[in-house]
């Protein structure tokens, strides 16, 4: 297991920016996975991007354009760059770790999750 520690949550204005990170306990190098989901109130958590371990990026379509994220291994962290921030942005952002482990018996996946930080977006 790995511990993740989340920062960078905050109030902003629509139009705004925010820089999330995560950073873990030990080494990621070897998770398949690095990604951030949200959670609104009354709504179910969602993907909003994932950074694989090869480089490989992907994003929710309603952030596309507007959010980056970044995996720096050395610093064993996670970044998510969000710009021009809209009021539907606002939720509990969430740091997953996902490791994908192989047997005789076939693929285990290994979830570690963060605490949460705040993002509201709001005028």
């Not at 993740?4 to 873990?24: I, M």
């Not at 970044?70 to 921030?85: F, G, I, P």
């Not at 047997?103 to 996946?109: A, I, W």
């Amino acid at each position: 297991q790995v511990q993740l520690v989340e920062s960078g949550g905050g109030l902003v204005t629509p139009g705004g920016s925010l820089t999330l990170s995560c950073t873990a306990s030990r080494s990621i190098l070897s998770v398949n996975t690095m990604g951030w989901y949200r959670q609104a109130p009354g709504k179910q958590r969602e993907l909003v991007a994932l950074a694989a371990s090869g480089g490989w990026t992907n994003y929710t379509d309603s952030v596309k354009g507007r959010f980056t994220i970044s995996r720096d291994n050395a610093k064993k962290t996670v970044y998510l760059q969000m710009n021009d921030l809209k009021l539907e942005d606002t939720a509990v952002y969430y740091c997953n770790a996902r490791k994908v482990i192989y047997s005789d018996d076939g693929p285990h996946v290994l979830d570690d999750w963060g605490q949460g930080t705040q993002v509201t977006v709001s005028s």
